[in-house]
């Protein structure tokens, strides 16, 4: 049996305990202003925060239970009595008050005061915004958003710790739980940009779109862009912009991937990727500087907040490049992987950025190799964006696309032979 706790650890956690109750407590009590006792007030959550701070001392776990039941009692009593009051929010409360309290004092966790306190805090931000998570709940958030969300929750938590761990197949090339990781990570891609742009919004103008429509989807949003300067001629300048912006956006989140998924080859490749990102930064203040306010407002629609069946199309075209990556390194040596990078690249970038890093991380490919592949991979997809800009925005914006292209990855090939 641990020793008895000190006198001083036990003060400490009684002062923890009145921490929480204050806290929980007076929420509770702001709740009610101008109303007359109409459930548990500051005192109320107190006491109960000390009580349960006082089972955990006593390390009685009899006494706890009969503690709560008896809480528990008294609190229905008291609401059973009060006919205007129809939630349990406060009784809720005064439950998870009393554990938060016994929590400060146990000996069973480790550093469980801490977890307490902290807790305590979160339960009191989400009593405080109860209207805010009202009007959420019934006016901002969508039926259908709320189903993708579900979804969106259901990939990660629900079938990834179902999927098997290991490496299967010719090559050791599919790993079910590494092909899901990289659909959960393009998704989250998306899903996050759409929310962006639901509540930023793009009244803030052109350039917000671009970040916006850059962060769910670079050629969504250039081609977009390039359907609205056939459209909208005296646009061109303000939608070249945007797209600048949505494309610079891109390489920030390459690197982001490829810090997640394989920090040597992100390290190796950032250089090149930080040139071209300033080299865009500035190419869209220069384009800024020189023209005239849009007389138009366009707007990049990204769909739903998570869709399955594309996110499915993610993992298998993934998977696809994964087997051509690893063959091709395994039987022809590391040219045959500049030509996967370029083939791959050309429909999903992102994919062939994950398929780099896992060539790196099972010491397939070096970083010098993987490096070249991956900016290769990027021009590939940056050709077809152009085709795109040319089909969709006619010559004035494919050659303005192609110029900003130009522009960027000139200033990366500088950077990367200069330090090579």
């Known amino acids: ?76 009593v ?43 805090i979160v339960i009191v931000a989400f009593l405080g915004a109860k209207r805010a998570m009202q009007k959420l709940v019934f006016e901002t958030i969508t039926e259908n958003e709320f189903r993708d969300t579900l979804r969106f929750l259901a990939i990660i938590f629900i079938i990834l710790p179902l999927l098997p761990a290991g490496e299967f197949g010719p090559y050791r090339f599919f790993s079910p739980r590494r092909v899901w990781l990289f659909i959960i990570l ?43 300067a056939a459209e909208k001629p005296y ?41 071209m990102t300033a080299a865009g930064l500035l190419l869209a203040f220069f384009v800024a500087r020189r023209e005239a306010q849009p007389t138009d407002q366009s707007q990049v629609s990204v769909g739903n907040p998570f869709r399955l069946l594309p996110a499915l199309k993610f993992g298998a075209l993934f998977t696809l490049i994964l087997l051509a990556g690893k063959a091709a390194a395994a039987e022809f040596g590391a040219g045959a992987v500049y030509w996967t990078s370029v083939i791959g690249g050309s429909f999903d970038v992102d994919a062939v950025a994950v398929t780099l890093c896992d060539l790196v991380g099972g010491s397939r490919t070096s970083l010098e190799v993987a490096s070249v592949a991956l900016l290769l991979a990027l021009a590939s997809n940056a050709v077809l964006k152009t085709a795109l800009a040319f089909y969709a925005g006619k010559r004035a914006f494919g050659w303005r696309i192609a110029v900003m292209f130009a522009v960027m990855f000139a200033a990366g090939a500088v950077v990367y032979f200069t330090i090579r």
């Open 186 to 228: 393009v998704s989250s891609i998306s899903y996050v940009g759409y929310f962006l742009q639901k509540f930023l919004g793009a009244g803030r103008g052109l350039a917000l779109t671009g970040l916006l429509g850059g962060i769910a989807s670079t050629t969504a949003a250039t081609t977009a862009f390039a359907k609205d």
């Open 235 to 275: 646009n061109l300048k303000p939608l070249w912009r945007a797209s600048i912006i949505a494309n610079t956006v891109w390489f920030p989140r390459v690197t982001t991937i490829l810090f997640v998924m394989s920090p040597a080859l992100a390290i190796a490749t950032l250089p090149p990727l930080a040139a």
């Open 78 to 120: 008291a609401h059973h009595h009060n006919v205007e009051r129809h939630g349990i929010t406060t009784e809720m409360a005064a439950v998870a008050t009393f554990s938060l309290g016994y929590l400060t004092s146990t000996r069973l966790l480790p550093d469980g005061a801490m977890l307490a306190i902290g807790l305590s």
């Open 1 to 76: 049996m641990a020793p008895p706790p000190d006198l001083l650890s036990a003060i400490r956690s009684v002062a923890e305990a009145l921490l929480i109750g204050l806290l929980v407590g007076f929420e509770r009590e702001a709740s009610q202003a101008g109303e007359a006792d109409k459930h548990a007030g500051f005192r109320d959550f107190l006491l109960i925060s000390v009580t349960g701070c006082l089972c955990g001392l006593l390390e009685m776990p009899w006494l706890a239970a009969a503690s709560l039941a008896s809480i528990t009692v008294l609190l229905a």
